[in-house]
Antibody, heavy 120, light 107 residues
Framework: EVQLVESGGGLVQPGGSLRLSCAVS????????MHWVRQAPGKGLVWLTR????????NYADSVKGRFTISRDNANNTVYLQMNSLTVEDTAVYYC?????????????WGQGTLVTVSS | DIQMTQSPSSLSASVGDRVTITCRAS??????LNWYQQKPGKAPKLLIY???SLQSGVPPRFSGSGSGTDFTLTISSLQAEDFATYYC?????????FGQGTKLEIK
């Protein structure tokens, strides 16, 4: 069974940092692109970033470029999102998601999300 | 960046109704369009990929169509469990932008 479990969310002050983790199981992790998507309270989905199976390629939304870094540890089946210089606008539920294998163009499995609250 | 615009933003319908949600891209995205369903407090669920391909396990009352810039998601006969928010997403280029969502409510 495919599972994605996010962790690392919580309350952080503006300007602070946080690292989210997404531990996966049930599939060959290194064969899949992985993505992060967030959702502010009561708002829609916003795509943030993705990383290739071997970790050599990444892409970012402009809103997080230079502040957030995606990485992965294929030995431990985990993808990370390092978030720096956080602002109140970064308050959201953060989801990791797997890109489907064939073309990698849809997100076929999602974690349950982890809540990040940026507040003083 | 490619902008995705859904209409309507909200929709009231009854069980058994046929419902159509539209998604428009700001430029051609070929057939690189996905649809997701999200229920309150839950993660999104993939319904349709590549504009019209039904994800495994999704009931056939869901269907997708379109190419280029204009796409539709159709639910042929609404069931109680279909009341949710629906999002389109383009996968033609990064950033992989989503539409703003369509909230489907019970009339």
């Amino acid at each position: 069974e495919v599972q994605l479990v996010e962790s690392g969310g919580g309350l952080v002050q503006p300007g602070g940092s946080l690292r989210l983790s997404c531990a996966v199981s049930g599939f060959t992790f290194s064969s899949y692109w992985m993505h992060w998507v967030r959702q502010a309270p009561g708002k829609g989905l916003v795509w943030l970033t993705r990383i290739s199976g071997d970790g050599s390629a990444t892409n970012y939304a402009d809103s997080v470029k230079g502040r957030f870094t995606i990485s992965r540890d294929n030995a431990n089946n985990t993808v990370y999102l390092q978030m720096n210089s956080l602002t109140v606008e970064d308050t959201a539920v953060y989801y990791c998601a797997r890109a489907e294998a064939v073309a990698g163009r849809s997100l076929d499995y999602w974690g349950q999300g982890t809540l990040v609250t940026v507040s003083s | 960046d490619i902008q995705m615009t859904q209409s309507p933003s909200s929709l009231s319908a009854s069980v058994g109704d046929r419902v159509t949600i539209t998604c428009r891209a700001s430029q051609s995205i070929s057939s690189y369009l996905n649809w997701y369903q999200q229920k309150p407090g839950k993660a999104p669920k993939l319904l349709i990929y590549a504009a019209f391909s039904l994800q495994s396990g999704v009931p056939p009352r869901f269907s997708g169509s379109g190419s280029g810039t204009d796409f539709t998601l159709t639910i042929s006969s609404l069931q109680a469990e279909d009341f949710a928010t629906y999002y389109c997403q383009q996968s033609y280029s990064t950033p992989r932008t989503f539409g703003q969502g369509t909230k489907l409510e019970i009339k």
